[in-house]
């Protein structure tokens, strides 16, 4: 069972999001806060991370970047999911390591299929 850890402050999307992933049979979970996130990541050790930008306190790309630095966390594949939908943030994304950038509003079925194919993705990459 893949594992995915979300981190999103805003309730409503975050309740949703860990639901659908978890009836799509993943063992998910869901953080209110950055903090929480990076605290989580190190202990559940996912096979994806899903982060907003926009978080009070400390933002996605800090997470991002405090991620990278531990070797526990630093392979984590990231993916940000966010309302800016401009290209200097996705740019920047990018430049910490990023790897998908999808912007909000987007439907479950078109988070789950990206969500999929990152990870089958990743498998097929340890594979070779």
Avoid: W
């Avoid at 050790?45 to 306190?57: E, F, G, K, R, V």
């Avoid at 290209?87 to 078109?110: C, Y």
């Amino acid at each position: 069972m893949k594992k995915i850890l979300f981190i999103e402050d805003d309730n409503f999307i975050r309740e949703n999001i860990c639901e659908i992933f978890a009836e799509e049979g993943y063992e998910v979970r869901c953080v209110s806060c950055g903090k929480d996130g990076i605290e989580l990541a190190a202990k559940f050790l996912p096979d994806l991370i899903i982060c907003d930008i926009m978080m009070p306190a400390m933002d996605g790309f800090e997470v991002k970047n405090i991620l990278s630095k531990n070797k526990k966390t630093s392979d984590i594949p990231f993916i940000y999911l966010t309302a800016k939908a401009n290209i200097k943030d996705a740019q920047h994304a990018m430049e910490l390591g990023a790897d998908d950038f999808i912007t909000k509003p987007v439907t479950a079925s078109k988070l789950l299929e990206l969500v999929s194919k990152r990870l089958n993705r990743i498998d097929e990459l340890k594979r070779n």
